[in-house]
């Protein structure tokens, strides 16, 4: 009789951890097709006047001119405070940035401004790097992205294509779905794809993780139907 009753309360619970796990599962699930759902639709909760902390991720090459572009015809009284992030061997992006942020702090009457920060991320990925050896180099980007993310905890990300984007887009998805931050991801892919994305944008746009997606060549919007045509940029 014990023997049964000590069976009994083993598969019971057995059974109820199994329908926890299954119910939790199913949760995560649906409060992703919810995140994706929402994804690019405005959020109405947001005062048009409210300032909206900003990420912005820099890549080595055109990739910075391109986004120094962008954020000159950027409002950025609107999108303050301003978070510079680059690859730890990507000096030179940063320093672009340092003289963006000084001409603006110049322009308002020479009183320099507090609204931006900089900061350096590992790289997830080397130019010509081996799809292989990457995977490990992108695990450590991503914790490095998450100790970043979890201390900026921005409400718009910009990026236009390096590799450095993707975990910190990621980890900017997950946190939606656990509801620690909304954030808007903006994706601009660079001039210079022409016929096919980046891998970075191709993942964002695959996985629907970004709620922009904007592409400078027609035909890209055509093969990419979700993306938007903006036109050259540069």
């Known amino acids: 009789m014990e023997k049964n009753t000590s069976c009994s309360f083993s598969n019971l619970s057995s059974n109820l951890g199994i329908s926890c796990f299954i119910a939790f599962i199913a949760i995560i699930l649906v409060r992703v097709i919810y995140v994706i759902y929402g994804t690019g639709k405005p959020l109405s909760k947001r005062s048009p006047q409210q300032a909206l902390s900003t990420l912005i991720v820099l890549g080595s090459g055109g990739h910075t ?6 954020l000159l015809v950027l409002q950025k009284d609107r999108f303050t405070p301003r978070f510079y992030i680059a690859a730890s061997t990507d000096n030179m992006s940063l320093q672009k940035a340092h003289v963006l942020e000084n001409s603006w702090a110049d322009s308002q009457s020479g009183v320099k401004g507090i609204s931006a920060e900089f900061m350096q991320i590992y790289r997830s990925r080397e130019v010509g790097q081996s799809y292989v050896t ?4 992108t695990l450590v980007a991503t914790v490095h992205a998450l100790w970043l993310m979890i201390k900026i905890r921005p409400q718009v990300v910009l990026c236009n294509g390096p590799g450095t984007c993707f975990p910190l887009c990621v980890i900017a998805f997950i946190f939606k779905v656990i509801g620690i ?6 994706y601009v892919e660079s001039i210079a794809r022409v016929k096919k994305l980046s891998l970075s944008g191709l993942l964002l746009y ?3 993780i970004a709620d922009q997606f904007f592409v400078q060549w027609p035909q890209l919007q055509r ?7 903006v036109g050259c940029l540069m």
């Open 206 to 208: 695959k996985l629907q």
């Open 223 to 229: 093969k990419y139907p979700r993306a938007h045509y």
């Open 181 to 186: 931050r909304w954030s808007s991801i903006f």
């Open 134 to 137: 990457s995977v490990w180099t």
């Open 65 to 70: 001119a391109e986004m120094i572009n962008l």
